[in-house]
């Protein structure tokens, strides 16, 4: 208690010094550091300009919401509304800002940020280990064996769970509420040799999975690696969860992130989560983009192409069935609603040049922000389905067709209220570091604790990536401690929060 009102005292303490003397803030906040931090940060930093600060406000409450710095003050060219919500801003983040000061003056999280930047090389090497791990999504178990032995030998209890998910602690406290630091293990391309994934002449790793989510599994043994090299945290009321989730990417289904949210002991413990997706310190995905994913089939008994002709035609069916779909979607995608994208992905079927096929098969993805506009374009593709099955079968002379509708998979759409705490604890860590990011809808593993109304964002793990999905994929661990100091803050603030 006594502690929570010092920082109570404190943070009121920065919020009068705030006003009185907004300009040398960042001042007083650099000379927190040791000198050699100072000199490492310092490279990283953006120095905030007047004119930056407007730009930034302007971006307010729309869509792709530019990130607020700490700096921001009204400006006389604001318009008074726009102003009062800046001032609004202003006051939400100072709090999380003095919490971020009253942070970094503990030992603990000094020595841990310096840790980030010293140990390059070892997270480097652990990096290149890991992704050389195959582990396609259904096909994880070797790589998550791999992260349970590495969160063991540095001092963490660590299991693997029913799902598959790995999840470790580093000082258990079973009883309080949770804050879990997640990144998804498996990959959607896998390399078949280890010579595959390796780090090239400019010093970027190159292969399948390096950035989604090599990146995003390092950070986590980075993550038990520092916090056992330095003295213990101090101020937490909260435990600290890693963990290594199956089954985020494609038919995968946010498998993992389902079990750890509905199922696991977790799940009771009012968690808030951390996921770590990638590269980067650009976005804040606060947003969760929904989505619906069908197989159609349509089946006949099939037969010679001139022998036979006459008789319903799968391959016929599912054209029909495409081509009204697309049509029918095509007015509700359009106007003002929600983003919503719906697109058939896949189409195989039949067997040669010669006979009326026995099936035929295409895959359809379906994208919202909004879960009533999903559920819309799924009647639209029912409709689509059971009139082309109609219609072929009434023109048929002999055997009919049959249609099938599959479900692959359904992440539910979600968004994060824009005063949650976890948000405003990423916006003061990033004002702090002077990393400029934006919030973001995507469809990540965070869909499933913000459907649940449970606290999540999804960022990237530092670096810079890119060729996500593709056999060129890399990673770029220049700047990557900037990202880990992001991360390790941000949950040092949810470790705090009573
Ligand atoms: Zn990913």
């Given amino acids: 208690m006594t502690n929570l009102l010092q920082r109570i005292a404190r943070a009121a303490a920065a919020v009068v010094d705030l006003g009185a003397k907004p300009r040398h803030r960042f ?108 582990a396609p999504t259904f096909l994880e178990g070797e790589r998550a064996q791999w992260m349970a032995a590495q969160f063991r030998s540095l001092g963490c209890d660590a299991q693997i769970d029913r799902a598959g998910n790995v999840v470790a602690t580093v000082q258990p406290r079973p009883e309080s509420a949770a804050v879990v630091a997640t990144a998804h293990l498996d990959t959607v391309l896998a390399p078949r040799s280890k010579e595959e994934v390796f780090f090239d002449g400019e010093g970027k790793l190159r292969g399948p999975g390096a950035a989604d989510n090599g990146a995003g599994l390092t950070a986590l043994i980075a993550l038990a690696a520092v916090l056992k090299s330095v003295p213990p945290l101090t101020d937490c009321s909260r435990e600290l969860v890693l963990a290594a989730n199956v089954g985020e990417e494609g038919e995968g289904n946010l498998s993992g992130m389902r079990h750890l949210c509905k199922q696991s002991p977790l799940a009771r413990r009012s968690p808030a989560f951390l996921v770590l997706d990638g590269a980067g310190t650009d976005h804040i995905t606060t947003g969760a983009l929904g989505s619906r994913r069908f197989e159609i089939a349509f089946s006949g008994p099939g037969g010679h192409s001139w022998s036979d002709f006459g008789i319903a035609n799968p391959v016929h069916a599912l054209a029909r069935a495409i081509t009204l779909f697309a049509d029918s979607t095509r007015a509700a995608l359009k106007g003002n609603g929600p983003r919503s994208t719906a697109s058939v992905s ?153």
């Fill in 27 to 134: 001042h007083r906040r650099v000379s927190l550091y040791p000198r050699r931090v100072q000199r490492a940060e310092n490279r990283n930093h953006f120095v905030p300009r007047r004119g930056l600060a407007i730009r930034r406000a302007y971006h307010l409450g729309r869509a792709s919401i530019r990130n607020t710095n700490e700096v921001i003050r009204p400006e006389r060219c604001i318009a008074p509304a726009r102003q009062a919500k800046l001032e609004w801003m202003g006051a939400n983040l100072a709090v999380p800002g003095a919490m971020v000061r009253d942070l970094i003056e503990s030992r603990g999280v000094r020595d841990a940020l310096l840790w980030f930047t010293r140990e390059k090389q070892w997270i480097n090497e652990m990096h290149l280990q890991l992704c050389r791990i195959p």
């Fill in 346 to 498: 896949t189409v195989e079927g039949g067997s040669s040049v010669n006979a009326i096929a026995t099936s035929a098969r295409a895959k359809v993805d379906i994208r919202s922000e909004d879960n009533r506009r999903l559920e819309e374009i799924v009647q639209l593709l029912t409709t689509a389905v059971e009139r082309a099955q109609e219609t072929e079968n009434q023109r048929a002379s002999g055997a009919r067709v049959f249609a099938k509708l599959k479900e692959l998979g359904s992440r539910p759409a979600a968004k994060l209220p824009e005063n949650a705490a976890i948000l405003n604890y990423v916006r003061a860590v990033d004002a702090h570091l002077g990393i400029r990011s934006r919030m973001e809808c995507a469809s990540t593993d965070a869909n499933i604790p913000l459907s649940l109304d449970m606290p999540a964002v999804s960022i990237g793990a530092g670096g810079q990536g890119g060729g996500a999905h593709t056999p060129d994929e890399w990673f770029n661990p220049d700047g990557r401690d900037l990202g880990l100091k992001r991360v390790f803050l941000t949950l040092a603030l949810l470790l705090r929060e009573d």
